[in-house]
């Protein structure tokens, strides 16, 4: 018999309960095969992602207060990400950056972390792969063949990446971190993945302006798409032709 | 065709005690770095002066001044075999070993320096082909392959014939090894310093100049300590190639600077190497282009300095100093201009955008640095005691072809 | 004088196996394995036993790259449904030499990598203290 279904079947009854109770553990199995979800739009847990989804954020810079840092905090808190007030070696998935032009005095405000390109430059010059784009458009490390040699954190545009500099304990279960890597956002893949949101864009909906907006850009019905197609928006250092995933209205 | 006369080859023999106090102390200089190595990966690279703004730092200063030295090295080789000249032939040997050491140590700060250094298998085993480090990892591993054949048709008789052909091999191999390191730079579109192509060709000048300038002092040292003679002919020539290098060098700082200069662009930059950019600019001026290159031109062309060991050897440490020093400014002061995500705006945030970053390097990066000088040195030393890789004569009379035919 | 190589041997084989903390049978040492919070299918622990490791790398892929995130063989599920109780009743972590991965590890002297990055304790939620509770009482 084959081990899977033997696996599946044999233990429903009881791991079911025991399960269902944990979070982070959306999927739950009622038959070989079959998986249940809390969330409509999501891909069945056994599914590899494809290309016919590429996910983006919108971010609309008009709505996007000075000084907030909601989304900061809610990236923080999802994944785990402490502070030990060595600043210039703590990680940071997101930013808040202030922009002042000079010339005219014009102030913004606006989130910026991994832009999520199309043709991103870590994945081009990491030499082991560990850097890679997720077929859903989705740019992450894997940090098992990360050699943490850091030549990502050289290519990147935006200042994306971090390094984990010193180890690190009591870890997320659902964002694994570890000293001696690099990392960056990873769009809360592991929420995208269950049909959830970024943390950063809930909390930017939820707490304050909601400037941020996530879904997928490949899908014409969708909210983003409708609205990047009908306003003006534009890439960080569209100059460099990398088609970054994460777009800007009112900069 | 003039008979010169037969070059003979032995290992170093000279007094044990200095020989092996030299390699004992060059050893635990090497104990020392493995230990400093250690010491960052247990507690992590915050006990570097490293951050996540200079990703890299003197690690990685030392590590490609080694590696661009290590290809330049195996120049003295190249002009014996590739370019005919057959003064340069009985320098042959000890050029390809220099290589091979220089190359291993730097190699070996480079991967101590990794966040994983224990992951090294993942490195050799898993490769993204796009990567120019994934390219340097095959060009690195192919030169000591290549010069390791090199070195066998040399040192053994029977494959004497071959050598000229190696050679030629070696020698394409060394260009596209210090184009790869020059391009880990040069491919970098985002930032600002770097993107431009101009790097693989100056790295090729520098590893001219710097491999040729510690293969004099190697040279000189090794003579010196087995009391072996060592003429002013082929020293002369050595420093005059010297002084040409330096010259390429410059030359090509100067286009970088100058491509730069024309570019608005790229004002910002230039302005932070070239006027306002504290150390970085001390160091450039100071120690990259007055002290590493200036006075090296003029003590190798001056016709009374570049016939005085003293100031030959003095202008080599010159050279070797400048280097470390251009190799300082190009990777530390590269990362210490923020990057340009919003041009003409100004920025502002927490994780010091906008602001340039500051660098203090740490003891143990340091010396895990010299940590790798002490590798290349402890390769050289062992080589040469064991193998023959010196002439046991380099005076005049043997090493110059003409030196014999009476007039 | 041999009196006393003996008894120094004997000390340090009783303080390897208390040290070890390793049940006797036959004379030979084996790791104490604790046990599961529930029980599983038939043929579980022998499959697991001698395959985990790659049955384990082979999701890991799947997940990272292709982001399915099936509860087989995940590392999540391992250390929830192994979670081992301390003093505290909370689920103990890597650290403690009770963990169940170090039961093992420690014993065969393989060295894992894993919690590094990864949490060695079950993602915190109110069903699994209860659930440990329950186990506890049991």
């Known amino acids: 018999m084959n081990i899977d279904t033997e696996n599946r079947e044999s233990t429903n009854t009881a791991r079911r309960n025991f399960l269902a109770g944990i979070a982070g553990m959306a999927g739950v199995s009622i038959a070989s095969g079959v998986t249940l979800f809390s969330f409509a739009e999501a891909k069945e847990a056994g599914e590899a992602v494809t290309s016919k989804v590429r996910w983006g954020m919108l971010i609309d810079t008009n709505k996007c207060e000075d000084g907030c840092t909601k989304c900061v905090s809610a990236c923080n808190k999802e994944n785990g990400i402490g502070t030990t007030g060595r600043a210039e070696t703590d990680p940071q998935w997101i930013r808040k950056v202030q922009l002042r032009d000079p010339k005219t005095g014009n102030q913004t405000s606006l989130p910026m972390m991994c832009q999520h390109c199309a043709e991103p430059p870590c994945v081009d010059v990491c030499p082991t792969g560990a850097s890679f784009k997720r077929a859903d458009g989705i740019v992450l490390v894997d940090k098992h063949s990360c050699i943490g040699c850091r030549y990502c954190m050289m290519a990147c545009p935006y200042k994306a990446r971090s390094f984990v500099h010193e180890a690190l304990e009591d870890q997320k279960s659902h964002a694994p971190r570890g000293k001696g890597t690099v990392e960056s956002c990873t769009l809360c893949v592991h929420r995208i993945d269950k049909g959830g949101i970024p943390a950063c864009v809930e909390a930017c909906a939820d707490e304050a302006g909601g400037a941020m907006l996530f879904g997928d850009l490949n899908d014409p019905k969708s909210e983003i798409a409708k609205r990047v197609a009908k306003y003006a928006s534009r890439q960080i250092r569209a100059d460099l032709g990398l088609n970054p995933g994460v777009r800007y209205q009112g900069i | ?276 950019g504290g150390i970085i600019t001390g160091l450039f001026w100071v120690g990259q282009i007055i002290l590493g290159s200036f006075v090296p031109l003029v003590i190798l062309f001056h016709p009374a300095f570049n016939k005085t060991r003293a100031y030959i050897y003095a202008a080599a440490s010159l050279v070797i100093l400048g280097g470390m020093t251009q190799i300082y400014v190009i990777i530390v002061g590269g990362q210490a201009y923020p990057l340009v995500l919003f041009p003409g705006m100004e920025v502002k945030s927490s994780f010091f955008d906008g602001v340039i970053h500051s660098y203090a390097p740490s003891l143990p990066e340091i010396v895990l640095g010299i940590g790798g000088i002490a590798v290349a040195c402890l390769v050289v030393m062992i080589g040469m005691r064991v193998l023959r890789f010196l002439p046991t004569s380099l005076a005049d009379g043997a090493a110059d072809p003409h030196h014999n035919i009476a007039p | 004088m041999r009196l006393g190589v003996f008894s120094i041997l004997g000390l340090l084989f009783l303080s390897l196996a208390v040290m070890t903390s390793s049940a006797q049978a036959d004379g030979v040492p084996t790791p104490q394995i604790p046990k599961a919070l529930q029980k599983t299918e038939k043929g579980h622990a022998e499959l697991m036993r001698r395959n985990h490791m790659d049955l384990m790398l082979h999701k890991r892929d799947k997940t990272v790259h292709e982001g399915i995130r099936g509860k087989q063989y995940s590392l999540k599920a391992c250390v929830s449904c192994h979670a081992v109780p301390g003093p505290d009743k909370q689920p103990v972590s890597i650290k403690s030499p009770k963990h169940f991965c170090r039961a093992c590890h420690d014993y065969a002297a393989v060295s894992v990598d894993c919690f590094q990055c990864h949490s060695s304790k079950p993602p915190s939620s109110a069903g699994l203290v209860n659930l440990l509770e329950g186990f506890l009482k049991r």
């Open chain 2, 1 to 276: 065709m003039a008979t010169a006369t037969k070059t003979i080859y032995r290992e170093l023999k000279n007094d044990p005690l200095k020989y092996y106090l030299a390699v004992g102390l060059t050893g635990l200089i090497a104990l020392i770095a493995a230990a400093a190595a250690y010491y960052m990966e247990t507690n992590g690279h915050h006990v570097t002066g490293m951050n996540n703004q200079i990703v890299w730092g003197m690690p990685h200063v030392f590590a490609v001044f080694l590696i661009v030295a290590a290809s330049g090295a195996l120049n003295v080789a190249s002009i014996g075999s590739v370019f005919g000249k057959t003064a340069y032939k009985p320098l042959a040997r000890l050029s390809g070993l220099l290589a091979i050491a220089l190359l291993a140590g730097g190699l070996a700060v480079l991967v101590l320096d990794l966040g994983r250094p224990d992951r090294l298998i993942v490195a050799m085993t898993k490769y993204n082909f796009k990567s120019i480090f994934a390219w340097n990892i095959y060009l690195y591993t192919g030169f000591f392959a290549i010069v390791g054949v090199y070195l066998w048709m040399m040192l053994e008789k029977r494959m004497n014939r071959y050598s000229s052909a190696v050679g030629v091999v070696a020698f394409v191999w060394r260009l596209a090894l210090t184009t790869g390191t020059g391009s880990i730079f040069g491919f970098l579109v985002a930032r600002q310093s770097y993107d431009a192509a101009v790097f693989a060709p100056l790295f090729i000048a520098m590893s001219f100049s710097f491999g040729l300038a510690i293969f004099i002092l190697v040279l000189a040292i090794a003579s010196r300590a087995d009391d072996r003679p060592l003429g002013d002919f082929i020293v002369g020539k050595l420093a005059k190639l010297l002084g040409v290098f330096v010259a390429a060098v410059l030359y090509f700082v100067i286009v970088q600077h100058l491509t730069n200069l024309y570019a608005t662009e790229h004002h910002g930059v230039e302005r932070f190497i070239l006027l306002e």
